[in-house]
C-alpha cells in the first residue's frame, strides 16, 4: 500500500547538536521526496527535496540523504537553533507522481 | 498578495449542519488539493484537481464534495458535519501534478475546523 514511516515521532536535542530524522517508503516507483517544516499554527512550507537520480542533497545546515536500494530516506540539521522548533514532514509521491504522501511527522524540539 | 488563501482560517459549527471552505491560489499553478491534518498532526490527502479535472478522490464520506470552478479556485463542501470532521483543512497547490521535483506543493495557512 501506500506508506510512508517516519522514526522518531519526537526528538529533542540541545542547540548545536545535529538532529536526524528517518522515512521509509514502499513504493519502488516514487522518485520525489520532500520534506516540510511546520511551525506552531501555520502551513507546512517546503524546505528540501530530492529526487531519485540524486543520493544526497545539501543547504547549508540541512540534508537529505536517499538509498533508493533500501527505500529509505533521512533528513539532517546540523548546529540546531532554536528556532528549527517545529513538526517535520518527510513525503514521498506515489501514483506516478500524481500525489505525495506524507510520513506522521516529527516533533523537533531545540533546547537552548 | 497571499499565494494560497483559504476562507475562514476559524469555522465553529453543531453537529449537522453544512459549511463549505474556499480556496483560491494566484500562482498560476494548474493542480490544486484538499488536505486533512487530524489532532495528531497527521497530514492525509483528501482531493486533487488538475485544471479542474479530479484526479485523486481517496476514501473520503462522500458528505465532502470538493467544487473547482477553474483552475485557481478549489472549494469543499461538507454535509451534515460531524464530531470527527474536527480537523485543519489545508488547501495546496503546485505548478503540476505534485510528485514531481519541478512541482512542489505550496500550502495555505489552514482552515480550523471545530464540529460541537
Known amino acids: 500500500g501506500e506508506n510512508v514511516e517516519q522514526h522518531p515521532s519526537t526528538l529533542s536535542v540541545q542547540e548545536g547538536d545535529s538532529a536526524v530524522i528517518k522515512c521509509t517508503y514502499s513504493?519502488?516507483?516514487?522518485?520525489?521526496f520532500p520534506w516540510y517544516k511546520q511551525e506552531l499554527g501555520k502551513r507546512p512550507q517546503l524546505i528540501i527535496d530530492?529526487?531519485?537520480?540524486?543520493g544526497e542533497k545539501k543547504d547549508q545546515r540541512i540534508a537529505v540523504t536517499l538509498n533508493k536500494t533500501a527505500k529509505h530516506f533521512s533528513l539532517h540539521i546540523t548546529e540546531t537553533q532554536p528556532e528549527d522548533s517545529a513538526v517535520y514532514f518527510c513525503?514521498?509521491?506515489?501514483?506516478?507522481?500524481?500525489?505525495?504522501?506524507f510520513g506522521a511527522g516529527t516533533i523537533l524540539r531545540v533546547k537552548s | 498578495d497571499t499565494a494560497v488563501s483559504q476562507t475562514p482560517k476559524y469555522l465553529v459549527t453543531q453537529m449537522g449542519n453544512d459549511k463549505s471552505i474556499k480556496c483560491e491560489q494566484n500562482?498560476?499553478?494548474?493542480?490544486m488539493y484538499w488536505y486533512k491534518q487530524d489532532s495528531k498532526k497527521f497530514l492525509k490527502i483528501m482531493f486533487s484537481?488538475?485544471?479542474?479535472?479530479?484526479?485523486i478522490n481517496e476514501t473520503v464520506p462522500n458528505r465532502f464534495s470538493p467544487k473547482s470552478p477553474d483552475k485557481a479556485h478549489l472549494n469543499l463542501h461538507i454535509n451534515s458535519l460531524e464530531l470527527g470532521d474536527s480537523a485543519v483543512y489545508f488547501c495546496?497547490?503546485?505548478?503540476?501534478?505534485?510528485?514531481?521535483?519541478?512541482?512542489?506543493?505550496?500550502f495555505g495557512n489552514g482552515t480550523r475546523l471545530t464540529v460541537t
Open positions: 495546496a497547490s503546485s505548478p503540476s501534478t505534485g510528485g514531481s521535483y519541478n512541482s512542489p506543493l505550496h
Open positions: 513504493d519502488s516507483a516514487s522518485n520525489y
Open positions: 530530492i529526487r531519485s537520480n540524486v
Open positions: 513525503a514521498a509521491s506515489y501514483e506516478y507522481g500524481n500525489k505525495l504522501v
Open positions: 500562482l498560476g499553478h494548474d493542480t
Open positions: 484537481y488538475n485544471n479542474k479535472e479530479l484526479i
